[in-house]
């Protein structure tokens, strides 16, 4: 009798032992009481312009950034420059409309310097004078100047590296042999008349424009005064218990990070690790810009729209030993919450199996370090299925899906009025954000939102409204959210200016 009140104990000490033990590897259950309310902190990344407009004022010949995509008009066949195609050997000036054929991106090798990269990827360059885009290898002789008539007139020419400017012979014929330089009037072939089409402004465009020197410094005084202690202070006074701070790959390495960077960004995040701490905030460690871009965009710090992330081994293994150098870094810090895989990988150019291949070893690459931090696994972004990474992080513990919820960026909603946008988070994204959020499965988490829409004229209240919606139906989330962001010029991306002025409660 006794002796089996004794093995009952034993078993049932067991039991609870190794319930809680499997709790714990259910990050649901472990995390039931807490909830990550946080905000994205740009600034430890150039992510965007119009988060701090001022880096880029200084910039010499600041229309030419990186990425900057260009139109010429010929003067005199009055059609556009184009690559037919999309590149190869024949340069034209024959198009009426200019869209993507017709537009080259730059490469900004100095404030003068240039290449241009057409749509297939090939960088314009000569064979003898005729002018093509064959080459898709960056060399010094596929170099170009652009000289403006002045300052400001949209009036060009091209000088190529043989010294002679283009000129559009024909609307057929393109030649890199014009000479003579006699005013800027409609007779000349060499003349263009640039447009200015997308423009990029993330850290690449503001390193790369400023070059080496100069934006060793300019950095060094942006992470010093964009986001200060103080910001950490109210941050944690307003009802946040957490930051997301993006990163780009070069950090790994501080202080010689490949050219364009600068060295710095490292010392600028161990303060983030020193103030999270100081007033009780976690981190939630966001790799938002990977080698070679994970999406094409300035906030992945793609040079030029290109998207090259994961189409080689190379690529994953560097993302790899980036969050490894990372973990390894931070992993003692109490405030260490969680480490973002990576940010936004758009599909179809990041494939699944690419994407997957790289989470598996970048989740080894977390766990060697720390056994508690969350891991968290970005959803692709374009077409494809909000559950395509359940098979994956439902082997991992603590593992995290993250789901970014914009009602921006997409036609339907052009039209949408205040209601419309309110009723889609209550409805449609409430049943999106159900969708990936299962009683087994991974948390889930909606690592970026923000309370603007494309309604014109809305209200204090129709803000305040819009911003409740998303906080009653994001604070569902398992893991939490984030807002985008802390600071920014457009008052409602800044949730330090919605907070300061009562637009959004916590
Ligand atoms: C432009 O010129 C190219 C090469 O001669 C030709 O193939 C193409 O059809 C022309 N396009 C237009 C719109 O004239
Ligand atoms: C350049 O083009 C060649 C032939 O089209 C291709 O084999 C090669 O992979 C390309 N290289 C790069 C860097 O894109
Ligand atoms: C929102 O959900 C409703 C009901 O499922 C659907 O009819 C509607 O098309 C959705 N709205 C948008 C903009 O996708």
């Avoid at 990550?36 to 990344?45: F, H, K, P, Q, Y």
């Avoid at 810009?289 to 189409?311: I, L, T």
């Avoid at 948390?443 to 014109?456: D, I, S």
Wanted: aromatic share 14%.
């Amino acid at each position: 009798m006794m002796t089996s009140y004794v093995n009952l104990k034993i078993w049932l000490l067991n039991f609870v032992t190794l319930f809680s033990i499997l709790s714990l590897s259910h990050g649901r259950r472990a995390n039931a009481n807490f909830r990550v309310r946080a905000v994205n902190l740009g600034g430890w990344l150039v992510t965007e312009g119009w988060m701090k407009p001022s880096l880029f004022d200084g910039i010499p010949n600041k229309d030419f950034l990186d990425g900057t995509g260009l139109q010429f008009k010929s003067v005199t066949t009055r059609k556009y420059l184009c690559a037919e195609s999309g590149g190869g050997t024949i340069i034209v000036a024959n198009r009426t409309s200019a869209s993507g054929w017709e537009t080259f991106a730059l490469w900004r090798l100095n404030e003068d310097t240039f290449r241009f990269r057409v749509f297939n990827k090939q960088f314009v360059g000569l064979d003898g004078i005729n002018v093509v885009a064959v080459s898709n290898i960056s060399t010094d002789s596929l170099t170009f100047h652009v000289v403006k008539e002045s300052d400001n007139s949209n009036r060009v020419r091209i000088k190529a590296s043989n010294g002679y400017f283009l000129q559009a012979k024909t609307e057929d014929l393109v030649t890199a042999d014009g000479s003579e330089v006699n005013g800027w009037g409609d007779d000349d072939p060499s003349v263009f008349v640039m447009t200015i089409g997308k423009r990029m402004q993330g850290e690449y465009q503001v390193t790369s424009g400023y070059g080496p020197t100069k934006a060793h410094q300019v950095m060094k005084e942006h992470w010093k005064t964009f986001i200060v202690e103080d910001d950490f202070k109210f941050i944690a006074s307003n009802g946040l218990n957490a930051v997301r701070i993006p990163i780009g790959w070069w950090i790994a390495s501080d202080p010689t990070p490949p050219p364009p960077y600068v060295g710095g960004s490292l010392n600028a995040l161990d303060k983030a690790f020193l103030w999270a701490q100081k007033y009780g905030l976690k981190i939630i460690l966001d790799l938002h810009a990977a080698p070679g871009s994970q999406n094409g965009f300035e906030h992945s710090s793609s040079r030029d729209g290109s998207q090259e992330w994961g189409k080689t081994d190379e690529t994953i293994q560097q993302t790899v030993h980036v969050i490894d150098f990372l973990t390894a870094r931070y992993a003692k810090c109490q405030s260490l919450y969680a480490v973002e895989l990576i940010n936004e990988p758009l599909s179809p150019g990041v494939t699944l199996e690419a994407l997957n291949k790289y989470y598996k070893a970048g989740y080894e690459a977390v766990r060697k370090h720390s056994s508690t931090a969350y891991v968290v696994l970005s959803n692709r972004i374009g077409p494809s299925n909000p559950r395509e990474l359940f098979p994956l992080a439902n082997g991992l513990m603590r593992s995290v899906i993250d789901v970014h919820y914009y009602n921006l960026f997409q036609d339907v909603f052009n039209d949408m009025t205040v209601q419309q946008n309110i009723d889609f988070i209550y409805n449609n994204r409430s049943s999106q954000l159900s969708f990936v959020t299962t009683s087994n499965g991974p948390l889930t988490f909606v690592g970026e939102w923000v309370a603007e829409w494309q309604v014109n004229g809305a209200t204090k209240e129709d803000y305040q409204r819009f911003a409740k919606a998303q906080l009653d139906v994001y604070g569902r989330a398992t893991f939490g959210w984030a807002y985008w962001a802390f600071k920014n010029v457009n008052n409602h991306w800044s949730l330090e200016w919605m907070v300061k002025n009562g637009y959004i409660k916590l």
